[in-house]
């Protein structure tokens, strides 16, 4: 019955998710080089002109889904560390305009848009370190995508709109 729901290839990346060593050429091809990766950029990165698992084509999908790895190789530590202060600061801020709405309605949109933000980055930084399976699911602002890229742009759109709403309401 588990089988008949999960299909092979969904299976293959929980198994290589648990296990990388299960299939590394196969399935945990992917999860290898990008703890490689990662792990290459140390402290200060390779330079955004070194050479980059990514650039030669280790890292499948560098732009998109691994685009963390990238900045993580090129960037090293501090640059990915500056990356998740920054992601962590547009969460603060969407939380303290989501705290001081008047109208419930907004406060609700504005939770529901920092919810969809957290999910995506730990999911999508998460899986680039082994914390959890690989998804499709991009990094908010950076992985290559029109309609990534559209929905993040409108999120925030709606979120400015319920914050100069707020504002209107305070002033009148």
Not at 4 to 9: A, D, E, F, L, T
Not at 24 to 51: D, E, H, M, T
Not at 69 to 84: D, K, M, N, Q
Not at 163 to 169: D, I, P, S, T, V
Request: glycine residues 12%; hydrophobic residues 50%.
């Amino acid at each position: 019955m588990f089988f008949k729901i999960i299909k092979p290839y969904q299976w293959a990346r929980i198994l290589a998710w648990l296990n990388p060593d299960y299939d590394p050429l196969g399935s945990s091809f992917q999860l290898k080089q990008s703890l490689i990766a990662i792990g290459s950029g140390q402290l200060f990165g390779r330079g955004l002109n070194g050479p980059t698992q990514a650039r030669y084509g280790w890292v499948p999908e560098g732009q998109t889904d691994f685009v963390f790895t990238v900045i993580a190789e090129r960037l090293g530590f501090l640059g990915a560390s500056l990356l998740i202060l920054l992601l962590f600061l547009l969460i603060y801020r969407l939380v303290r305009i989501g705290m001081t709405c008047k109208d419930p309605f907004g406060a609700y949109i504005v939770a529901g848009i920092v919810g969809m933000y957290v999910f995506q980055i730990f999911q999508n930084i998460g899986m680039t370190i082994q914390l959890m399976p690989i998804t499709g699911i991009p990094l908010p602002f950076l992985s290559y995508g029109g309609s990534s890229l559209l929905t993040n742009l409108v999120t925030i759109g709606l979120v400015l709109n319920i914050h100069m709403r707020r504002r209107e309401l305070i002033f009148d």
